[in-house]
T-cell receptor
Framework: SQKIEQNSEALNIQEGKTATLTCNYT??????LQWYRQDPGRGPVFLLL?????KEKRKERLKVTFDTTLKQSLFHITASQPADSATYLC??????????FGQGTELSVKP | GAVVSQHPSWVICKSGTSVKIECRSL??????MFWYRQFPKQSLMLMAT?????????EQGVEKDKFLINHASLTLSTLTVTSAHPEDSSFYIC?????????????FGDGTRLSIL
């Protein structure tokens, strides 16, 4: 079955730096990969979706890459701000629109 | 953007009580709704997939008689935790999507914190 691994350690960075989060999967390459942000006590919020035939996707300060050879997606936040502090989840499509979520990486941006 | 409302946001009740949680898509018709459960510092675990007008599909290990799901309209799905016990205490989150394809993002409610005493 498909397994997803994200950085288990919390990521602490200084404001203004680029944060890079990793999502690795073990089995089949999904047709789509999604990234979500989750704040404490709240539901996840959709950020970006990337298709298997896309290498890179950008949205404002966010960038996602998708390498089906490495079975890996990288999520970058440039010029990070304290407001970017949250848990970031990657999710892969399974079937029937179902998503399998990673355990998330907690990002803390210090001023 | 797409808005999903989940109610109530938190519930504290006695063991043996049944609790109903509502999930509404406010500004779009949701073909499919999903129900998740999340424990602290852990990922979202899919419990069931709900399509309007049909029976929910439950994930392996999820008791369908314990977690009753009703999806009566394209904008409303409900999850009822029947005869809840302390081990049912968790954070329950719903999501809604416009289609059953993985190319569509899921729009989440803000969750329901359920505490069974």
């Amino acid at each position: 079955s498909q397994k997803i691994e994200q950085n288990s350690e919390a990521l602490n960075i200084q404001e203004g730096k680029t944060a890079t989060l990793t999502c690795n999967y073990t089995n089949y390459s999904p047709a789509y990969l999604q990234w979500y942000r989750q704040d404490p006590g709240r539901g996840p919020v959709f950020l970006l979706l990337i298709r298997e035939n896309e290498k890179e996707k950008r949205k404002e300060r966010l960038k996602v890459t998708f390498d089906t050879t490495l079975k890996q997606s990288l999520f970058h936040i440039t010029a990070s701000q304290p407001a970017d502090s949250a848990t970031y989840l990657c999710a892969l499509d399974n079937q029937g629109g179902k998503l399998i979520f990673g355990q998330g990486t907690e990002l803390s941006v210090k001023p | 953007g797409a808005v999903v409302s989940q109610h109530p946001s938190w519930v504290i009740c006695k063991s043996g009580t049944s609790v109903k949680i509502e999930c509404r898509s406010l500004d779009f018709q949701a073909t499919t709704m999903f129900w998740y459960r999340q424990f602290p510092k852990q990922s979202l675990m899919l419990m069931a997939t709900s399509n309007e007008g049909s029976k929910a599909t439950y994930e392996q290990g999820v008791e369908k008689d314990k977690f009753l799901i009703n999806h009566a309209s394209l904008t409303l799905s409900t999850l009822t935790v029947t005869s809840a016990h302390p081990e049912d205490s968790s954070f329950y989150i719903c999501s809604a999507t416009r289609s059953d394809r993985g190319s569509q993002p899921q729009h989440f409610g803000d969750g329901t914190r359920l505490s069974i005493l």
